[in-house]
T-cell receptor, first 113, second 113 residues
Framework: QKEVEQNSGPLSVPEGAIASLNCTYSDRGSQSFFWYRQYSGKSPELIMSIYSNGDKEDGRFTAQLNKASQYVSLLIRDSQPSDSATYLCAVLGFKAAGNKLTFGGGTRVLVKP | DAGVIQSPRHEVTEMGQEVTLRCKPISGHNSLFWYRQTMMRGLELLIYFNNNVPIDDSGMPEDRFSAKMPNASFSTLKIQPSEPRDSAVYFC???????????FGEGSRLTVL
């Protein structure tokens, strides 16, 4: 089982609709969770972080965390063509050797005008 | 402010040659990370440093890979000898600590023929 799993997509969404992305993780002791966006040929950039169960909203983005079920999700409301990118879920695990941020394989999102 | 600076942006080399990738982290950041990204394996952590000290190198593929951080403003990732399977985009990232947002460089795209 991979440490962080995501559906690779592509997730095709009409402009203006809601895009829903999911991520599951295996380390039950993980405490910090992040969503990065990566445009084709570019480097990842942080768009959301979440640390406690529940929802966290930032503009058109909402992150949801359920530690009991070990999943994190990202909702993108009013999707725009500029949201077309790969979204990477990242989970921070605390190991004896030090903190380690593990990325999922990413979900590619295509927003069609 | 300057972001994370990586060089070279592109490197094409032949199998067996030595490759050195360079990274300058954001000034003031005390954690530095080297990641490798491929289509098949996604974004993998190779090694990370905290205050110039290697903390976790469990992701380094094999002895052909080595990384150094001689001071707070410079790090290198060396592959010797290089092999075609090392072809990937290598990202350097830095952060205030290992538990918060990572800022990625633009990456070094390595092609080993």
């Amino acid at each position: 089982q991979k440490e962080v799993e995501q559906n690779s997509g592509p997730l095709s969404v009409p402009e203006g609709a809601i895009a829903s992305l999911n991520c599951t993780y295996s380390d039950r002791g993980s405490q910090s969770f992040f969503w990065y966006r990566q445009y084709s040929g570019k480097s990842p950039e942080l768009i959301m972080s979440i640390y406690s169960n529940g929802d966290k909203e930032d503009g058109r983005f909402t992150a949801q965390l359920n530690k009991a079920s070990q999943y994190v999700s990202l909702l993108i409301r009013d999707s725009q063509p500029s949201d077309s990118a790969t979204y990477l879920c990242a989970v921070l695990g605390f190991k004896a050797a030090g903190n380690k941020l593990t990325f999922g394989g990413g979900t590619r999102v295509l927003v069609k005008p | 402010d300057a972001g994370v600076i990586q060089s070279p942006r592109h490197e094409v080399t032949e199998m067996g040659q030595e490759v050195t990738l360079r990274c300058k982290p954001i000034s003031g950041h005390n954690s530095l990370f080297w990641y490798r990204q491929t289509m098949m394996r996604g974004l993998e952590l190779l090694i990370y440093f905290n205050n110039n000290v290697p903390i976790d190198d469990s992701g380094m593929p094999e002895d052909r890979f080595s990384a150094k951080m001689p001071n707070a403003s410079f790090s290198t990732l060396k592959i010797q000898p290089s092999e075609p399977r090392d072809s990937a985009v290598y990202f350097c990232a830095s952060s205030w600590t290992s538990a918060v947002e990572l800022f990625f460089g633009e990456g070094s795209r390595l092609t080993v023929l």
